[in-house]
């Protein structure tokens, strides 16, 4: 079991990807249990939905995207790579897993205490989660019929250290990111706010989990993800047929951004989560058996095999 000192003193639940505002539709779980999380649109990031590779190479994402909004989201539309979390995503001779955050979602990061002083060492991990739907290949790609969304956890990243821009150093190996260039998103965001209030971000991982040191900072859940199966990424109660209505363990009680929710019953509570929020933040109480045998668990469930893969720290 490992010691409070190795975990996350935040661990932030953040909604990415697709949904039914951003993109319009979900991300696609396909036949096998792979998860895609798809980037929302974006202008000016210079990526395209066709430069996207699968994770097999397999599938084509501009047809993909094409058939699954039947032509609104085109091949040739730029997207927000955010967060930046595999390497052949796109093309590139260098990789620095990312992830940026702007205005008002930045702001409820900071007023959490997520990092707000460089020299702070919190280990804060970002779970990446989004709206997922299955989908299948039919003389085009389009959703399974009668599938139920779900909100799914799909990648992570335990924060190592910051840049704030325009003021830090932004390295060659992220000079194609969203939040450096900046995108038409960031743009518009930053001009909402006065000059002495803007709080352009870009989180960077740590090399290795500090409550797996087997495993690397930031990441894509690969495992196959199947509705049968008590998976501790799927947020979204098993019986409840909206995806914003959660079944999360009591401990989540607390989390930040969710308004007013009832209080848990037995070792779940089942909240329902409202508006635009993107950010929630959970503080860990110090030496918590609890929250680490349920990232162990995540993780766990999440990852497909490796050799050799240790969880936890002693």
């Known amino acids: 079991m ?28 396909f036949s096998d249990g792979t998860l895609l999380s798809l980037p929302i649109p974006d202008c000016g990031s210079g990526v395209r939905f066709r430069d996207l590779r699968s994770h097999d190479n397999q599938v084509e994402i501009g047809n993909l995207v094409e058939g699954l909004t039947r032509g609104r989201v085109r091949g040739e539309s730029e997207l927000h790579l955010d967060p930046d979390l595999r390497k052949n995503a796109i093309s590139r001779n260098v990789f620095q897993p990312a992830f940026g955050q702007v205005g008002t979602a930045q702001s409820h990061l900071e007023n959490q205490s997520v990092r707000k002083s460089t020299a702070t060492e919190d280990k804060a991990l970002f779970l990446f989660f989004g709206l997922y739907q299955h989908v299948e ?150 030496q918590s058996s609890e929250i680490h045998e349920w990232l162990v668990r995540l993780f766990r469930k999440g990852i497909a095999p490796q050799p050799k893969t240790v969880f936890g720290n002693g």
């Open 2 to 29: 490992a010691s409070g000192d190795h975990l996350p003193h935040r661990i932030i639940l953040s909604r990415k990807g697709w949904d039914s505002s951003a993109g319009g539709k979900p991300s696609p779980i």
């Open 137 to 286: 290949m039919s003389g085009g790609w389009r959703y399974v019929s009668r599938a139920r969304k779900l909100h799914v956890i799909f990648g992570w990243l335990q924060v190592d250290r910051i840049l704030r821009l325009p003021g830090d150093d932004v390295p060659v190996s992220l000079k194609r990111h969203p939040h450096a260039i900046p995108s038409f998103i960031v743009e518009a965001e930053l001009r909402r706010r006065s000059k002495d209030k803007r709080n352009n971000t870009i989180y960077l991982p740590r090399e290795k989990l500090t409550f797996c040191d087997n495993l690397a900072g930031s990441g894509l859940f690969d495992a196959p993800f199947r509705l049968d199966e008590d998976d501790p990424r799927r947020l979204s109660a098993p019986s409840q047929a909206q995806p914003s209505l959660w079944r999360l363990p009591s401990f989540f009680h607390g989390l930040s951004n969710m308004g007013k929710q009832p209080s848990p019953s037995g070792e779940f509570w089942k909240p329902q989560r409202k508006g635009y929020g993107q950010e929630f933040v959970l503080d860990v109480p110090p």
